[in-house]
């Protein structure tokens, strides 16, 4: 079979240039499985890079195909004494657009990007995890170092970046402080949060102050949150912003300000992604899946995902499991 299908783009645009098409099965080289993908999920920057924004300026030749996480299959492994064989059920990342993305039947995957799936998640549920999860990790415990006795603000806590942060730094100890709406309110403080800030309610900074950490996760696209942030933290605290683009003069307000800052890129790791996984299996870290769509469904995903109302992630079911 060399063909498959995927959701494509022909130019960037709204959702509706989302499209199912018939486009060439991938071919592996060097260390990379070929996957066969049960589920795929959606993400700000698949949306952002759909719009033209995100990682849309490198962009090739088109039709693109949007999606960085999978789970699924192993087709093909790179060698046959490789700890993951052919028929494993595994999940992970890609970095679209260095390679093909995931929403798609078959995706190729380098050996460092893949980890076993957890066997006590469905693939919709593992689907869900691996971007949001390792830009989770990599903010609150690579950069942020989480511990006991720490304060730590997180923006959008209901996000799938969001549920996940608030778990991390529960996990290492420390306190954890959340914005969010009122709907979330106890499902937030379930995941770990020891203070739930309304934003429909309440500024944070008029009930906050002296923090260690803000993990941000909005910008200043809503309300100038990045900025607003800044007052929070204590001398020399430090702000972690993840969304691309959305606070350009960050490092000059930071200094000002009299605090550190620092933007984050997730990498595609698969051994971190394996610790994660045994805190899945354990069940120390959860993950929510707010809502499933068909793969030809993609524009209607990220339509809903658009409406900024997910509470964790959505999904694409892409293959029969």
Not at 107 to 127: D, G, Q, R, W, Y
Request: proline residues 5%.
């Amino acid at each position: 079979m060399s063909t498959m299908r995927a959701i494509v783009i022909d130019a960037t645009g709204s959702p509706d240039v989302l499209h199912l098409s018939e486009i060439a099965r991938p071919i592996t080289v060097n260390a990379e499985f070929l996957v066969k993908v049960v589920a795929a999920s959606v993400n700000p920057i698949d949306a952002k890079s759909r719009a033209g924004a995100g990682v849309a300026a490198a962009f090739g030749a088109f039709p693109v195909v949007l999606g960085n996480d999978f789970s699924g299959h192993v087709v093909e492994s790179p060698y046959t004494s490789h700890p993951i064989k052919v028929g494993d059920e595994v999940y992970g990342m890609t970095m679209v657009p260095r390679f093909g993305g995931t929403y798609a039947e078959y995706v190729a995957v380098p050996a460092t990007c893949i980890a076993k799936k957890p066997t006590s998640l469905s693939h919709v549920e593992a689907a869900a995890v691996p971007l949001a999860a390792l830009t989770a990790w990599g903010a609150v415990v690579d950069v942020a170092k989480a511990h006991e006795g720490q304060r730590i603000l997180i923006h959008a806590g209901s996000g799938g970046v969001g549920h996940f942060a608030i778990q991390f730094a529960n996990y290492f100890g420390a306190r954890v402080i959340t914005t969010g709406s009122t709907r979330n309110t106890g499902w937030l403080r379930d995941l770990g949060a020891s203070q739930v800030i309304d934003h429909t309610l309440s500024r944070f900074e008029d009930v906050t102050s002296d923090l260690d950490v803000v993990i941000d996760l909005v910008g200043n696209l809503t309300e100038e949150t990045a900025t607003r942030s800044l007052g929070v933290l204590k001398p020399g605290g430090l702000i972690v912003s993840v969304p691309s683009g959305a606070w350009p003069t960050m490092a000059e307000d930071a200094a000002a300000a009299g605090v550190r800052a620092t933007g984050y890129k997730v990498p595609a790791d698969g051994a971190t992604l394996s610790v994660i996984s045994r805190l899945l299996e354990s069940g120390d870290i959860r993950v929510f899946v707010d809502q499933v769509f068909d793969l030809d469904q993609a524009a209607e995903a990220h339509t809903a995902l658009e409406t900024g109302h997910t509470r964790g992630k959505i999904v694409l079911t892409v293959s029969p499991g």
